[in-house]
């Protein structure tokens, strides 16, 4: 049984065809999916998966990207539904320095008010980083993060940074990217992170993995993810599998 920590499911790219992506994804072993709400426009649309489908849950909060937008009373509906018992974790946030439609101050004020929003519902959180790696390993260490912990998203940063990381209570999780024949620092980080602390993801419709890349990503191709992890680690798919569910169901609380 796989599970897709991280999937954008609500997307527009499966206007067609969500329901039969989903139950391919379910009968490829897909047991356990977390979609990902991340502004005022997919908060709701990830909800309404979540309510649709049992095996759905649902991860809420404000994007870098999206962080201009935020007012004080997202974040006041934001805190009450992260109550509901299906949304399982705050995110995806933190710091986008390669689009930055966000002003940077902005960006860091909004990411430090989840944070502490997460602290106060003990919810752990889920982190975007592109190209900020130093900036948002010192707003975890400054909010006090790991008292909540969480999943650094779709990982493309160092061992150093990983180790970090991993000593702030988080968990590192892979997407496609780790399935490229050129992905070297991904794969050596992979070979390094303890086996309890492992994830895995798709993002889908972005970061599609090898074989399909340049195609659209789904849910279901989780389990090629899986398949480069466990060339990396020497280890059976299904060992790859059932490691990386029972960290994602003992950090998130998925049935």
Known sequence: MFTDTHTHMDSPSFQEDRHEALMRAYEAGVTRIVNVGFNRETIPTTLELSRTYDFVYAVLGWHPQDAKDMTPEDLEELEELLKLPKVVALGEIGLDYYWDTSPKDVQARVFREQIRLAKKLGKPIVIHNRDAHQDILEI???????????????????????????????????????????????????????????????????LTPHPFRGKRNETGYVRYVAEAAAEIRGMSVEEIARITTENAVKLLGLK
């Open 140 to 206: 975890l260490k400054e909010e006090k993060a790991a008292e909540v912990g969480g999943i650094m998203h779709c990982f493309s940063g160092s061992w150093e940074t990983a180790k970090m990381c991993l000593d702030m209570n988080f968990h590192i999780s892979f997407g496609g990217p780790v399935s490229f024949k050129n992905a070297k620092q991904p794969k050596e980080v992979l070979a390094r992170v303890p086996l309890d602390r492992l994830l895995l993801e798709t993002d889908a419709p972005y």
